[in-house]
């Protein structure tokens, strides 16, 4: 089927982007929580992440409720624009939000709960390190409302752990499980592979540690060395391209064997066990994001607009304490950039989306991406499909290829 005759009855007349996009319905609002702080800064990660002033010492090593104050007063800077809608989701990201003492967490979310509207079934997610882990503090996040939490597991070979540069065992890894699995409604693990020297079968073994403990989710990350790290300054020795790709082809049959469903580019769920928060970025949903580097993006009628706090913590706390925000930037996407941003989200789940949710997310026609569409299918990184705007397997593997077609 000639893949642009496929579209045309999905496409309009015009082929010119409007002066601005035209949106017939808000998107699902969630609300991101950035906290900024860890224990020990890993090699490989370029988060916005500040270790702790004397982590070996008693107490916290930051000012927990300086920082929830400052938290607090940025959401309250944002409220009138998202009034009179409902967040539905939250998620807590570092750093190591388990960093927080189970008062500062009853406290922060309480002053959610009393500014913003959220859904019943509102899914509250914080992210933990093994390393931090506690019974005693798990059960309290969890009465304050936490009722999904992701770990930061890795790998569970210590000599990968330590090369990697975590503070955690592969023994309290799972002691963690074993303790979050108890605590809350849904567990996450995050894991890691093509490691420093890792073996086909020392990636099995990982894969298969996490499957025993029948998780409802998996995030499984190829271990990458991002600029402005110290593995890009002092790179480990990693496999090579045809052992990364052989590592992956034999998680991705490990998983589906047990049940789990690839369902964007590096999460696997059981059925009806996506995480919404991130199902709602990646289908181009709105999202307040309030704390230090956070970043936000909130729709309007006739407009989209994103948002980008003051990256440290220090000075993110004095913009909000002297001037009432911490915002370094704060712009309207224009039109010819909706176009990519848009697929650079959606173009990441292996089930796609719908193809009128184009127009419903951006407020543009589909007409504007019609010759990118138009490659795309032709160079067989596109589903044909015009009800759908979906990868082919080949496009999720060149997915950079395929997202640089509507740049």
Same mark, same amino acid.
Request: glycine share 6%; charged share 20%.
């Given at each position: 089927?000639? =893949? ?75 409220? %009138? ?19 927080? +003492? ?7 979310? =309480? ?15 914080? $992210?933990?390190? %093994?390393?931090?882990?506690? @019974?005693?503090?798990?059960? @309290? ?19 990968? *752990? ?26 996450? *693990? ?28 998996? +995030? ?19 496999? =090579?391209?045809?052992?990364?790709? @052989?590592?992956?082809?034999?998680? *991705? ?32 949903? /709105? ?49 010819? /950039? ?12 292996? @089930? ?12 543009? %026609? ?6 990118? *569409?138009? $490659? ?9 499909? %015009? =009800? ?20």
């Amino acid at each position: 089927m000639n =893949s642009l005759r496929s579209y045309k009855n999905v496409l309009n007349s015009t082929q010119t982007l409007t002066s601005h996009p035209q949106l017939t319905a808000l998107p699902p609002l969630a609300l991101y929580i950035h906290f900024p702080w860890c224990e020990k800064k890993c090699p490989y990660c370029d988060f916005n992440s500040h270790q702790v002033k004397n982590p070996n010492t008693k107490g916290p090593g930051f000012d927990e409720p300086r920082y929830i104050k400052a938290l607090i007063t940025d959401l309250e800077t944002e409220l %009138p624009r998202i009034w009179g809608r409902q967040v539905h989701s939250i998620f807590i990201g570092g750093g190591t939000p388990s960093l927080l +003492s189970p008062q500062g967490m009853d406290d922060l979310l =309480s002053a959610i709960r009393a500014r913003i509207n959220l859904e019943p079934d509102c899914e509250i997610t914080m $992210e933990a390190n %093994p390393g931090s882990v506690e @019974a005693e503090k798990f059960a @309290a996040f969890a009465k304050s409302g936490i009722n999904r939490v992701s770990l930061g597991i890795q790998s569970f070979q210590d000599a990968q *752990l330590k090369a990697l540069g975590r503070i955690h065992s592969g023994a309290e890894a799972k002691q963690a499980i074993a303790i979050a699995m108890d605590h809350f409604q849904s567990v996450n *693990l995050d894991l890691m592979y093509g490691l420093p020297n890792q073996s086909l079968e020392a990636a099995k073994a990982d894969i298969q540690t996490a499957l025993s403990f029948n998780t409802p989710h998996l +995030s499984l990350y190829n271990l990458t060395l991002e600029p402005n790290t110290y593995f890009a300054n002092f790179p480990p020795k990693l496999p =090579s391209e045809d052992d990364i790709d @052989a590592i992956f082809e034999q998680n *991705l049959a490990l998983l589906e064997a047990a049940g789990y469903q690839r369902y964007e580019v590096s999460a696997y769920a059981k059925k009806d066990q996506e995480c919404k928060h991130n199902l709602n970025y990646w289908r181009f949903g /709105d999202y307040i994001g309030i704390g230090a580097g956070a970043h936000g993006k909130i729709s309007f009628p006739d407009k989209i607009t994103r948002q980008v706090r003051e990256r440290h913590p220090e000075t993110y706390m004095q913009a909000i304490e002297t001037q009432g925000n911490a915002l370094i930037e704060a712009r309207d996407i224009s039109a010819k /950039d909706l176009p990519f941003e848009f697929m650079l989200n959606t173009l990441r789940l292996t @089930a796609g989306v719908d193809t009128n949710t184009f127009g419903e997310r951006t407020g543009l %026609p589909l007409s504007v991406i019609a010759k990118n *569409l138009d $490659e795309a299918s032709k160079k067989g990184l596109l589903d044909i499909n %015009p =009800s759908k705007l979906k990868a082919t397997e080949q496009g999720l593997r060149y997915l950079n290829n395929l997202q640089e077609i509507f740049l």
